[in-house]
């Protein structure tokens, strides 16, 4: 007979993500998934793989559920500069305060350690930072478009560059900065990007 599984997979890759946001994957053992999860080794190997595996499914399973809504919004947003100043004033907050306070983002946190060795790990990363430097370079096309933005700027590098500012907001959130400091350096990078008449 074929094995029926007794737990709703998906329910269980859920607490997983939790699970690795919050105490990060590389020090997150087998055994501690078991814990949270309630279920035995051969269960989790059976389902999901070894934990690389897992770490590659609750990765993809945060960008779409995550990651994906909120980069769709900002590129889908018509505002331009003020879409990026309310992207970040939003993480801010999510960062700073409420459920998942202090976590900062499961995919910023694999970047900052050995966990994105693997190829598999490596493309959902990459897939995540090219749909967010996307979004946030739709959203400079739009502030070009309304002349909010100085001339000359390179909108490619300059999404790049706003990427790696949310990145840096999540990795500093979760080391316990203020979201008023992390605001303060969001506005001093999006200030050298306004047209003069803008600031």
């Known amino acids: 007979m074929p094995d029926v599984k007794h737990f709703d997979p998906d329910v269980t890759l859920d607490q997983v993500v939790n699970l690795f946001w919050q105490r990060g994957a590389d020090t997150t053992g087998i055994a501690d998934i078991v814990q949270t999860t309630g279920l035995s080794r051969s269960s989790l190997y059976a389902t999901y793989g070894g934990k690389a595996q897992l770490h590659a499914a609750a990765l993809d399973r945060y960008l779409q559920r995550q990651s994906r809504p ?19 004033e939003r ?7 409420g459920e998942h306070a202090r976590w900062g983002c499961l995919v910023t946190n694999t970047h900052a350690t050995a966990g994105g060795g693997s190829p598999e ?15 946030m370079r739709a ?18 590098a300059a999404a790049e560059a706003l990427t790696l500012q ?17 605001m303060e350096g969001v506005r001093a990078v999006l200030d050298g990007f306004v047209a003069t008449e803008e600031k």
């Open 121 to 135: 790990i490596r493309e959902i990363l990459d897939r995540h930072h090219d749909a967010l430097r996307a979004a």
């Open 139 to 156: 959203a400079l096309e739009v502030a070009r478009a309304k002349g909010q933005i100085r001339a000359g700027l390179e909108l490619g």
């Open 91 to 97: 993480l801010v907050a999510a960062r700073c305060s």
């Open 70 to 88: 909120v980069f769709e919004a900002l590129a889908a947003d018509d505002r331009g500069v003020p879409a990026i100043a309310a992207f970040f």
């Open 166 to 182: 949310a990145y840096a907001v999540n990795l500093r959130s979760r080391a316990g900065a203020e979201a008023g400091v992390l």
